[in-house]
């Protein structure tokens, strides 16, 4: 059974930045990936940022330059610097992690920017 925490979420104006965090706990074998996904009101969720084992990163095209995706893999932890925030932003995020057979999905953290 694995756990996914997220943190990090608020309310912040256009223009500033938040962090989010992602702590993962329990039973994890082998895993593939770590990231975020978001969903708006009334919009289907979207891929923002993934992070392989590797270090490989991919980010949506609407976030490249503006969000940095990161892990730390002693703490099992991936974390999401959103910078230059707009208020299409807005969302909730939710964090997952990919091993091998399986996707665990955190509770989600939301983020409202306001114009």
């Known amino acids: 059974q694995v756990q996914l925490v997220a943190s990090g979420g608020g309310l912040v104006q256009a223009g500033g930045s938040l962090r989010l965090s992602c702590a993962a706990s329990g039973t994890i074998f082998s895993i593939n990936a770590m990231g975020w996904y978001r969903q708006a009101p009334g919009k289907q969720r979207e891929l923002v940022a993934t992070?392989?084992?590797?270090?490989?990163?991919n980010y949506a095209d609407s976030v490249k330059g503006r969000f940095t995706i990161s892990r730390d893999n002693a703490k099992i932890t991936v974390y999401l610097q959103m910078n230059s925030l707009k208020p299409e932003d807005t969302a909730v995020y939710y964090c997952?992690?990919?091993?091998?057979?399986?996707?665990?999905w955190g509770k989600g953290t939301l983020v409202t920017v306001s114009s």
């Open positions: 997952y992690l990919d091993t091998t057979g399986s996707t665990s």
């Open positions: 992070i392989t084992s590797n270090g490989w990163t």
